[in-house]
């Protein structure tokens, strides 16, 4: 029985069409991103929300500070600088919408 477990080749099947979910912090610099959602509390939300900063607005990381810095973003082209425990509240869509 185990024989038969060690000579299967199963692949996992990858489906390419749900979006890759990660939190703002972990995406990587001069990227495009789609935020999908905030996990935080109301005033949190809502202060984001009043940056421009809710589900379904593109924005874009510029800058990362070095140590646990904060964390600088555009959106709709102003340039917004979010503490790293605020960004990591973030989620966003990831799947190949790098820049060039």
Known sequence: M???MNNLHIKPK???SKPLIKCLTDCELRSELLVIGVN???RAKKRLAHLGI???VKISMKKCAPFHGPINII???SSIVL???LASKIL???CNTHKE
Request: proline letters at 5%; hydrophobic letters at 25%; glycine letters at 24%.
């Open 2 to 4: 185990v024989e038969k």
């Open 14 to 16: 990858r489906n390419h």
């Open 40 to 42: 935080a509390g109301q």
């Open 54 to 56: 809710f589900p379904g």
């Open 75 to 77: 959106v709709k082209g």
């Open 83 to 85: 503490g790293r425990g």
């Open 92 to 94: 966003v869509d990831c």
